[in-house]
């Protein structure tokens, strides 16, 4: 991605702390957390989330892209007074290398992607203020994208392509990764092809008149295709782990058991298909297994039946007449099972639940 636009690879974080390198059209994306994320080789992006995060800028190009919050750090090689610098129409950032030429491009600095401090290799600090101001009184000022051009000597790549260019780079270092992560639950992750697909339906329609022709145009839809992604799969499974754990816990309050295999994953692929679990939970009551094992034609049996198989004792008077009170205000049973279900005596009664994880094949397990 980027200036030369050829496959690479995106590295995913997770949503702790993590330290990702990229290089060479290679993208590394932190999330959330306080992420180290370093460049290096050719024209590398760095994108961090919420967090307090560094970045560190040793490729021959360096585009930074922060998704807002936190306080973050970018350190550049060499001396600070080896650089000059520039602000681009629309709040961009440049800074360049004298001796070296190499280069870093800090995308919406002067909006929501705005890094709060620099440094160099040699523990000078600048603020972010202080930055912008030496490069309005001491650098190149504020410039359009013509120039910055000839600042960058891109080769094949005018002012308007280059404009569009950091459009795309900025929306993707901005993307809310949550819906994408989630509607790629049941995806094949080693699909490439798949994935990609997600990213450009969330992006594309976010972009420019200019930057959505520059995208076809120019091959990044073919370049996005062909990338290679990195650490999806644990990105999945943060997603969808709370919806996994509610589905496995029905089985403890409705069954007093945990789930089988092939029960589990059917009823996660009806929830990762769109089924909310409370109407889940009015098919475990329906279920012949529920209607054999317990007698609950009368309200009072229900409720006492969801104590002995959450509290592990029978309905203390007090709790009998609140929930029976409840039912006779039209609380369906279901709706019952969903609130013992998610009770916290549930979830801590169910010593197995630690065991819940996605398989490598994509199913999820108790091991």
Request: without cysteine; hydrophobic residues 45%; charged residues 20%.
């Amino acid at each position: 991605m980027g200036f030369y636009l050829e496959p690479g690879s995106f590295f995913f974080g997770s949503a702790g702390d993590d330290t990702l390198s990229a290089a060479d059209a290679g993208l590394a994306i932190g999330l959330d957390g306080d992420d180290t994320l370093r460049s290096y080789g050719g024209v590398t992006g760095l994108h961090g989330g919420q967090g307090d995060d560094v970045y560190r800028a040793d490729a021959w190009v360096t585009q930074v892209v922060d998704a807002g919050g936190g306080n973050d750090r970018l350190r550049v090689p060499g001396h600070v007074d080896d650089y000059t610098g520039a602000l681009i129409e629309g709040g961009h950032l440049v800074l360049v290398n004298l001796w070296t030429g190499a280069s870093v491009v800090v995308l919406d600095q002067l909006g929501a992607g705005r890094l709060e401090h620099f440094e160099d290799q040699y523990g000078n600090h600048m603020s972010a203020q202080q930055v912008e101001q030496s490069v309005r009184s001491d650098g190149l000022g504020v410039i359009g994208y013509p120039q910055l051009a000839e600042v960058l000597a891109v080769e094949g790549v005018g002012g308007n392509q280059l404009e569009a260019a950091f459009e795309i780079e900025t929306r993707l270092g901005q993307l809310d990764w949550a819906p994408i992560m989630s509607r790629l639950a049941d995806a094949a992750l080693d699909d490439a092809g798949e994935v990609a697909a997600e990213i450009s339906a969330a992006l594309v329609p976010q972009l420019s008149w200019s930057a959505q022709s520059l995208w076809q145009s120019m091959g990044y839809e073919q370049a996005l295709q062909a990338t290679r992604f990195v650490g999806l799969e644990a990105q999945v499974e943060v997603v969808n782990r709370p919806l996994a754990e509610s589905v496995a816990l029905l089985y403890a309050a409705a069954l007093d058991r945990r789930p089988d295999a092939e029960g589990l994953s059917y009823w996660l692929d009806q929830a990762f298909s769109g089924m909310k679990v409370p109407e889940m939970a009015g098919y475990f009551i329906a279920s012949q297994e529920f209607q054999q094992r317990f007698d609950v034609a009368a309200d009072a049996a229900f409720i006492n039946t969801l104590y002995l198989n959450v509290l592990d004792r029978p309905a203390d008077e007090g709790g009998q007449q609140y929930w029976a009170e409840q039912m006779a205000d039209g609380l369906p049973q279901a709706e019952v099972l969903m609130y013992f279900s998610a009770s916290d005596e549930n979830r801590a009664n169910a010593d197995w639940l630690a065991g819940l994880s996605r398989h490598d094949a994509g199913d999820w397990v108790i091991a």
